[in-house]
């Protein structure tokens, strides 16, 4: 969810640059600030995508048990969905 969150505030903060920042920027120093605030978010959410997706199987596999144990009858209770069609492991 943090990581969705990260995502949406960097869309945001582009969307402001484009449309506020930029057309008042009056010089290269100014340029700059807004490239560094566009990018800051960008990249937190690619490293926060990107943890998420190279998380241990074995956390995951744990973090299930957990939610399982508090009493979620099933992973999909939990939080994971499944598709129509598609299988749980």
């Known amino acids: ?3 969705a969150l990260v995502t949406y505030d ?3 903060t582009l ?3 484009l449309l506020f920042n930029l057309p008042r920027a009056r010089g290269a120093f100014e340029l700059a ?3 560094v605030a566009v990018a800051a978010p960008a990249v937190a959410a690619v490293l926060l995508w990107s943890a998420r997706m190279h998380r241990p199987e ?3 596999r744990a ?3 957990e939610e399982l144990a508090r009493g979620a009858a099933a992973p999909s209770q939990a939080g994971v ?3 129509e069609g598609e299988e749980r492991r």
């Open 81 to 83: 969905s499944f598709a």
């Open 63 to 65: 973090a299930r048990r």
């Open 1 to 3: 969810m943090l990581a």
């Open 15 to 17: 969307a402001q640059a």
């Open 58 to 60: 074995r956390l995951v």
């Open 10 to 12: 960097a869309a945001l």
């Open 33 to 35: 600030v807004v490239g």
